[in-house]
T-cell receptor, first 114, second 111 residues
Framework: DTAVSQTPKYLVTQMGNDKSIKCEQN?????MYWYKQDSKKFLKIMFS???????INETVPNRFSPKSPDKAHLNLHINSLELGDSAVYFC?????????????FGEGSWLTVV | GEDVEQSLFLSVREGDSSVINCTYT??????LYWYKQEPGAGLQLLTY?????DMKQDQRLTVLLNKKDKHLSLRIADTQTGDSAIYFC???????????FGTGTKLQVIP
């Protein structure tokens, strides 16, 4: 059973389009994240939700809107896609209080904007 | 603020030990982690250390933490070709326990 699953794994789309990436975790965690990994492999946090409440919002353009319908899901919607949005987007989850608060990652969604 | 730095590249021969270094700036870090990323895959947790520890050993992996110098290292004994990957250190700190990742070190193991 996949702990953190995100779809789609690969997405190629044109500039200006709107797209969504979905994420689900079956670990019973209360915190979920979106990270962006650029072409140089740098990994930056974008958002974090705890019990469906937004707790971390880094300097991400307004075109990115996360939505957490429940604790097990955190979706990422991107409006008006730009070339610079091309990256790998990782969803992750953790339990805020607990052993190490280890973050578990999904396999990533490869977004290419053309 | 949080800045986590690593050297970008390390090359070792199979069977040798690898040492990957990491420096961080936030003295309030609570946990420090090492993750491994293989090509085309997500990040896999290797090990973590609580900030009041200075060493942790787990099979071939040894983590050393020098809190005074804000320096973390990962030693991989008897490095194998399957260890070739990018290794990220990360620190957890702040009120919301944000996890900040380092720049990643690409480990190349030469047969």
């Amino acid at each position: 059973d996949t702990a953190v699953s995100q779809t789609p794994k690969y997405l190629v789309t044109q500039m200006g389009n709107d797209k969504s990436i979905k994420c689900e975790q079956n670990l019973g965690h209360d915190t979920m994240y979106w990270y962006k990994q650029d072409s140089k492999k740098f990994l930056k946090i974008m958002f974090s939700y705890n019990n469906k409440e937004l707790i971390i919002n880094e300097t991400v353009p307004n075109r990115f809107s996360p939505k957490s319908p429940d604790k097990a899901h955190l979706n990422l919607h991107i409006n008006s896609l730009e070339l610079g949005d091309s990256a790998v987007y990782f969803c992750a989850s953790s339990q805020r209080e607990g052993s190490g608060n280890t973050i578990y990652f999904g396999e990533g969604s490869w977004l290419t904007v053309v | 603020g949080e800045d986590v730095e690593q050297s970008l590249f390390l090359s070792v021969r199979e069977g040798d030990s690898s040492v990957i270094n990491c420096t961080y700036t936030d003295s309030s870090s609570t946990y420090l982690y090492w993750y491994k990323q293989e090509p085309g895959a997500g990040l896999q947790l290797l090990t973590y250390i609580f900030s009041n520890m200075d060493m942790k050993q787990d099979q071939r992996l040894t983590v050393l933490l020098n809190k005074k110098d804000k320096h973390l290292s990962l030693r991989i004994a008897d490095t194998q070709t399957g260890d070739s990957a990018i290794y990220f250190c990360a620190e957890k700190s702040g009120g919301y326990q944000k996890v900040t990742f380092g720049t990643g070190t690409k480990l190349q193991v030469i047969p």
